[in-house]
């Protein structure tokens, strides 16, 4: 027997109300919840009417998030993970966010200060700041209507320190950067031979030659991994072994700063 809309409603304020009122130290108590409400959405006796109840019980909980006590910090922020959670299942799409922008706005006014945030405002913001984080923030932004934009933080923007500076630097950065994004990735081999004295890219007049390439490293390997999460972690991956041992070969330097130093390196590789 499928649920009535009514019924419908009370099960999916019932699954709410208990994921707010877990304890707080049980951080991911919405991840059970969530797949809970997911589950009612594909079973064959309730897809029907779950929906549009999971719509009418998100609307009910935003308007009271400013009113009385309105929702403490915990039970916004368990929300707020779930429900941007929720949206990327359903490709971000949301009928009434006009409305609660509407909302948002009259609650801020409400306040008498233009610099307060309501408890609704303040969902709205976190809630696109999280979906910003499970997609591309320009796919965030085409999904959206125009008033609930001025909710959406702005698009992340990465600092290359080594675009400007000397020409011999952005020469050797440029080099690691391919590396970095070749199939093959950087390697403890061909690391040393870009550190070694004797060819000299990349390295500065006044440096001791035992800092300088673990920065252009890590910022090569960081900015090859910089266009989404699922891209760094992929590049992490591919240079693990690298990570793991470059700070034993920065130390190797350290001790050992004179050009003998570096005879040393091949014999590290190879252990």
């Known amino acids: 027997m499928s649920l009535t809309e009514q019924h419908s409603l009370v099960v999916v304020l019932t699954i709410l109300m208990e994921m707010l009122r877990a304890p707080a130290a049980n951080t991911s108590q919405w991840i059970y919840y969530g797949k809970v409400l997911m589950d009612l959405f594909e079973n064959e006796l309730t897809k029907t009417t779950i929906p549009p109840a999971m719509a009418d019980a998100m609307d009910l ?3 009271r ?3 009385g006590d309105g929702i403490n910090a915990i039970a916004l922020r368990r929300l707020v993970r779930w429900f941007s959670h929720h949206l990327g299942n359903f490709d971000f799409k949301w009928e009434t966010w006009e409305a609660w922008a509407a909302a948002a706005k009259v609650s801020s006014a409400a306040a008498n200060n233009a610099s307060a945030t309501s408890n609704q405002a303040l969902f709205l913001q976190e809630t696109l700041r999280h979906c910003t984080v499970l997609a591309y923030h ?5 999904k959206v209507p125009e008033d609930v ?5 702005p698009a992340a923007a990465a600092v290359h320190i080594y675009d400007d500076g000397e020409a011999k630097q952005q020469t050797f950065f440029k080099l690691l950067l391919r590396q970095v994004e070749h199939s093959e990735g950087v390697s403890l081999a061909w690391l040393a031979m870009q550190v070694n004295p ?3 890219v990349g390295r ?3 440096d001791d030659g035992t800092q300088w390439w673990l920065s252009y490293l890590l910022h090569a390997l960081l900015q090859g991994g910089e266009m989404t999460f699922t891209h760094l972690v992929a590049v992490l991956r591919r240079h693990a072994t690298l990570l793991k041992r470059y700070v034993i070969l920065h130390f190797l330097l350290i001790l050992w700063t004179s050009y003998y130093g570096y005879l040393l390196i091949p014999r590290f590789i190879i252990l």
């Open 61 to 63: 909980l935003y308007a």
């Open 65 to 67: 998030m400013d009113a």
């Open 138 to 142: 320009e796919k965030i932004q085409e």
């Open 149 to 153: 934009k001025v909710y959406l933080p």
């Open 198 to 200: 004797s060819q000299n």
């Open 204 to 206: 500065e007049d006044n």
